[in-house]
């Protein structure tokens, strides 16, 4: 099948780093007063990203009330939704559908695999870290994973990711100052191995780092009670009756993140799109393939974040605010069109070449943040 041209400039530039840390402050200030939100690294800060820019703060008086009566509390449980929001399948436990999203972020190099867990995902990012490697955004909602890792440290990339999520929980193993920062300034609730060490163990017959494992039970205990805690629908589905896409037919795709090649090939048998990984199959650790309902290959820009790691490697950041193109693949078929992220906490929103939203096969999806000409259609 004939490539679709991407070029370098069908992903067009979005916020930096710092200016994503001043729209996130505001935001989490606003949010983190109506809700209570809420680190070991490879990682070492070298050239470290100063924000010098004070907050302005301004005062608000707020009138008493004129009289004073009794009060009592009352406890209103929020209605279960009518899919889960993060694959569009049935709710068949309500208690499932109410519960936060949980994120984590998996080490994703040869020593780290076969992970544990990455198929009970509901959602999976990859994105480009330094040295060509790729590291794995997990989200869980809908299925417990009882081992699960391993865990490791979190990018600045990771804030567009998480923040529409309504505040998940978020497993990571820390990260060095200037990111640890970052993320501590958004709206999540921290579940990191820093602050809950308690969760997690290190791994007999793993070499660190990549030994750090926990499970969504141990993680989803240390949610608080409030209000709803159930996560944003990240992208749109069809529903029954709706009819089948309209797109081209393609066998797979193929992602070239400069050290690290992921694949992922449509097989009937399983109604999904097997993964390989540097030509090798992508199974957990119980041996079963990565094979996602839905692929998306969204084309995003990387930048310097001004951060190096221990080898000196500089760190990228994916560009996840503004708008770009994108493949989605599902049911042996894809659909071309293109992405658009329009703040730090909005969704990001797929349209096709008509402009119409794209909607998904219930099920998994697997997103690979993929840099302008270096993915292929099979």
């Given at each position: 099948m004939s490539t679709p041209s991407t070029t370098a400039e069908s992903a067009r530039p979005a916020r930096s780093l710092l200016a994503v840390r001043l729209a996130v402050a505001t935001v989490a200030v606003v949010i983190l007063a109506a809700a209570c939100g809420g680190g070991g690294d490879d990682s070492s800060s070298t050239t470290v990203v100063v924000d010098d820019t004070q907050a302005t703060t301004t005062s608000t008086t707020v009138a008493p009330p004129t009289t004073t009566t009794s009060t009592s509390t009352t406890t209103t449980e929020a209605p279960a939704p009518a899919?889960?929001?993060?694959?569009?399948?049935?709710?068949?436990?309500?208690?499932?559908?109410?519960?936060?999203?949980?994120?984590?972020k998996i080490d994703n190099v040869s020593a780290a695999r076969p992970q544990a867990g990455i198929n009970q995902a509901d959602i999976v990012y990859e994105e480009r870290v330094e040295g060509g490697l790729t590291r794995l955004l997990a989200v869980f909602h809908s299925t417990d994973a009882p081992d699960l890792g391993p865990v490791r440290s979190a990018r600045s990339t990771d804030v567009p990711l998480l923040t529409p999520l309504n505040q998940p929980l978020f497993a990571w193993s820390g990260a060095n100052e200037a990111f640890a920062n970052l993320i501590r300034s958004v709206a999540i609730r921290d579940v990191g191995f820093e602050a809950q060490p308690s969760a997690y163990e290190r791994r007999a017959g793993r070499r660190a780092p990549s030994n750090l494992f926990t499970s969504t039970d141990a993680l989803w205990s240390l949610t608080p009670v409030e209000g709803d805690m159930s996560p944003h629908a990240a992208f749109s589905y069809r529903a029954d009756g709706d009819p089948e896409p309209v797109g081209e037919a393609a066998s797979g795709v193929a992602v070239n993140y400069r050290g690290t090649t992921a694949t992922h090939t449509w097989s009937p048998e399983v109604s999904g799109w097997v993964r390989e990984q540097n030509d090798s199959p992508h199974v957990d650790t119980d041996g079963v393939q990565v094979a996602p309902e839905n692929v998306i290959v969204q084309f995003v820009q990387y930048r310097a974040s001004g951060q190096v790691d221990s080898a000196g490697s500089e760190v990228p950041e994916a560009e996840l605010v503004g708008s770009g193109d994108v493949w989605v693949l599902m049911n042996g078929l894809v659909v071309e069109g293109t992405w658009s992220k329009s703040n730090v906490t909005s969704p990001t929103v797929y349209l096709d070449a008509d402009g119409s939203e794209i909607l998904l096969t219930p099920g998994s999806t697997w997103v690979l943040l993929a840099e302008p000409g270096r993915a292929e259609l099979l």
């Open positions: 899919s889960l929001p993060l694959t569009g399948q049935a709710v068949g436990d309500e208690a499932i559908a109410l519960r936060p999203a949980l994120a984590v």
